[in-house]
């Protein structure tokens, strides 16, 4: 009797996108779990303008601490996301410079499930740092509207979806010359910082920066996470910094996932 074996095709892994972009999501939360200090230590610079700039506010605006924290916190806020969010990108450029990230393009993974699931891990660490910043903020007069809690962190997650996908976007075209990332990074951040209003009000600035502003998608999302978590919800600059925030959020997602498909 003649022993035949029988051999198993060969079962090919396509890509799906969906699939891929979960497993990469998981992928990037896990040094987060398993190292949740890292999210900790990255609130100091909030929890020092918090501290810091907060009094000064107070002092030469002459409002109560809790009117002034009303004001100020979601500025606090959004600032956490524009530098927690605008840095993410250089942890993509060291797997470029190891070479780790070449050994990603190679796996049956769709490309761009590798910016996606990168971009939508930004959420876990927004949500987490911004509940601790506000509950921080709470004992000295802070008030919490729950409802524009909820949606002033949804609007959060959605710039910083955004924001990150920027960031990669920008590791991805530098590549190694770490350098030009932070070069690039430092020179954009700052300004957009400034003239967002987050800091200092720009009601009294000149007609050039206020004009400046109106244009900075950032100004709108301080400004809509400012009325919900004054609790009105149906301010027009709600309605305004959504659309800045969606609007950032597509165009960061398209120009990443079509810069990660022509990475090599």
Known sequence: MTAQTQTRPDIAVRANPARDTWNVLTR??????????????????PLVFLGLFAPLLVGSSGQPVGETLQWFVPGVLVMIVLFGTGATGSNLQYEMMTGSHERTLVAPLARSSLLVGRALK??????????????????????????????????????GIGLGALSYTLALKTKDREWLFWGVQQTLIFPLLILSGMLLPLDDAPAWMRAVATV???NWVVQAERALFAGDLGDITVLWGWVAAVVLAVVGLAVGIRAMRKSS
Do not use: H, M, Y
């Not at 990037?28 to 610079?45: G, N």
């Open 122 to 159: 930004e959420v876990a660490p927004i949500v987490v740092q911004a509940l601790i910043i506000v509950l921080i903020a709470w004992p000295f007069g802070f008030t919490i509207n729950v409802p524009g809690l909820v949606i002033g962190l949804a609007l959060l997650a959605v710039f």
């Open 28 to 45: 990037e939360l896990k040094p987060v779990v398993r190292d949740p200090f890292t999210l900790i230590f990255s609130l100091v610079q």
């Open 216 to 218: 900075n998608p950032i």
